[in-house]
Nanobody, 128 residues
Framework: EVQLVESGGGAVEVGGSLRLSCAAS????????MGWFRQAPGKEREVVAL???????LYDDSVKGRFTVSKDNTKTTLYLQMNSLKPQDTAMYYC??????????????????????WGQGTQVTVSS
């Protein structure tokens, strides 16, 4: 059984930092995507940052230069380092994983990922 457990959320002030972690277990594919998504109240879930098994990454424009997605070499833990946090970053953050890869599909790099497994989420609140 695949399980994803997020941690590291909390309340911070504008400009602060948080590091989210997602502990993954039970997933054995060698070709996979892992990603962070977020959903604010009243809004749709959106992609934040993605990484595939080759280490290729994609970021939403709203977090480029502020957030960094990474994974450990054993692929069991996914991280999201969030710096220079803004009130609009306030949301429930979810990690997800599944088969796939980030590939070039002219004119952009795009995720071709099956987001089959999801964690329960961790809340991030940024106050001004």
């Amino acid at each position: 059984e695949v399980q994803l457990v997020e941690s590291g959320g909390g309340a911070v002030e504008v400009g602060g930092s948080l590091r989210l972690s997602c502990a993954a277990s039970g997933y054995t594919s060698s070709r996979y995507c892992m990603g962070w998504f977020r959903q604010a109240p009243g809004k749709e879930r959106e992609v934040v940052a993605l990484i595939d098994s080759t280490g290729r990454t994609l970021y939403d424009d709203s977090v480029k230069g502020r957030f960094t997605v990474s994974k450990d070499n054993t692929k069991t833990t996914l991280y999201l380092q969030m710096n220079s946090l803004k009130p609009q970053d306030t949301a429930m953050y979810y990690c997800a994983t599944g088969e796939g890869a980030i590939r070039f599909s002219f004119p952009y790099w795009r995720p071709f990922c099956d987001w089959h497994y999801w964690g329960q989420g961790t809340q991030v609140t940024v106050s001004s």
